[in-house]
């Protein structure tokens, strides 16, 4: 395994297997009391769409040493790919603080909302299967009062001598769909669960990966606090900050992913 630091606020550790295909993340004791709670229904949602984009949990464990207790989760990695990814997006759909820092050359500076200056181009029919799925899966996460959750999405630019397949149908290199792929979702193009770009779009030919992250934040009453902080500091652009209620964000962020592929 290797290790990585979060990006994310939580401060949680990922370690990746040596293959790529899954992680392991540790999970904050919060997080860990939303998780118990979701189980069920989580488990129901995913027999019920198995394409779904949510976060493929595979396994949810507790360890305990030396008096402390570490929750982690093991998942199967949205970037389950051989191929480079160049860039990557966290899609929230608020603006405030949602710009990145750091010069977006560097591959481990993760985009945000507002570095987004060109919608992701797939065309017509995958937005449209795309649309559906996104819709079912944030309407899971309304009904269960979560929010913060992230669309995450990479970018991966083939070169001009590699080919931009494998096809859906090839199955890869070992002859098997990678885990995290989702069956032969409508919208997937690549056996590794990748999105081809349309044909002459703009920044094409590229390849999307795109996946929903970090749903098990919940609604309380400390989140309810900081929404109403928030937007008393930014009184003028109060749907731009991140933490409002679960209903609120789930709206508001169907509404921009329209916006995010065409």
Same mark, same amino acid.
């Given at each position: 395994?290797?290790?990585?630091?979060?990006?994310?606020? &939580?401060?949680?550790?990922?370690?990746? &297997?040596?293959?790529?295909?899954?992680?392991?993340? +540790?999970?904050?004791?919060?997080?860990? *009391?939303?998780?118990? !709670?979701?189980?069920?229904? $989580?488990?129901?949602?995913?027999?019920?769409? =198995?394409?779904?984009? #949510?976060?493929?949990? #595979?396994?949810?464990?507790?360890?305990?040493?030396?008096?402390?207790?570490?929750?982690?989760?093991?998942?199967?990695?949205?970037?389950?790919?051989?191929?480079?990814?160049?860039? *990557?997006?966290?899609?929230? !759909?608020?603006?405030?603080?949602?710009?990145?820092?750091?010069?977006?050359?560097?591959?481990?500076?993760?985009?945000?909302?507002?570095?987004?200056?060109?919608?992701?181009?797939? /065309?017509?029919?995958?937005?449209?299967?795309?649309?559906?799925?996104?819709?079912?899966?944030?309407?899971? #996460? *309304?009904?269960?009062?979560?929010?913060?959750? &992230? #669309?995450?999405? !990479?970018?991966?630019?083939?070169? =001009?001598?590699?080919?931009?397949?494998? =096809?859906?149908?090839? /199955? /890869?290199?070992?002859?098997?769909?990678?885990?995290? +792929?989702?069956?032969?979702? =409508?919208?997937?193009?690549?056996?590794?669960?990748?999105?081809? &770009?349309?044909?002459?779009?703009? !920044?094409?030919?590229?390849?999307? $990966?795109?996946?929903?992250?970090?749903?098990? +934040?919940?609604?309380?009453?400390?989140?309810?606090?900081?929404?109403?902080?928030?937007?008393?500091?930014?009184?003028?652009?109060?749907?731009?900050?991140?933490?409002?209620?679960?209903?609120? $964000?789930?709206? *508001?962020?169907?509404?921009?992913?329209?916006?995010?592929?065409?």
């Amino acid at each position: 395994f290797c290790e990585l630091l979060s990006e994310g606020k &939580s401060g949680s550790f990922f370690y990746f &297997s040596s293959c790529g295909r899954y992680l392991i993340k +540790t999970v904050p004791h919060r997080e860990a *009391r939303v998780l118990r !709670g979701l189980l069920p229904s $989580y488990c129901e949602h995913v027999e019920k769409h =198995p394409h779904m984009l #949510l976060p493929r949990l #595979l396994s949810f464990h507790r360890l305990r040493r030396a008096g402390v207790k570490v929750h982690f989760v093991v998942m199967a990695n949205v970037f389950s790919t051989d191929r480079h990814i160049d860039a *990557r997006f966290d899609l929230k !759909g608020s603006t405030i603080g949602r710009l990145a820092n750091p010069s977006l050359a560097d591959f481990d500076v993760v985009r945000k909302d507002r570095d987004l200056v060109e919608p992701f181009h797939i /065309g017509e029919r995958k937005c449209a299967e795309l649309y559906a799925q996104l819709k079912r899966d944030v309407g899971y #996460l *309304r009904e269960q009062e979560t929010l913060d959750y &992230s #669309l995450l999405v !990479g970018v991966s630019h083939p070169k =001009p001598d590699s080919p931009i397949s494998p =096809p859906l149908d090839s /199955g /890869g290199s070992d002859g098997v769909l990678n885990s995290s +792929t989702r069956g032969t979702s =409508p919208w997937m193009d690549m056996a590794d669960g990748g999105i081809r &770009s349309a044909p002459g779009a703009i !920044g094409a030919p590229a390849v999307y $990966y795109v996946g929903i992250i970090d749903i098990l +934040t919940g609604w309380s009453p400390s989140k309810l606090g900081e929404s109403v902080a928030k937007q008393l500091m930014h009184p003028t652009t109060p749907n731009g900050v991140s933490c409002v209620p679960p209903s609120l $964000y789930a709206k *508001r962020f169907e509404t921009k992913m329209v916006e995010w592929f065409v």
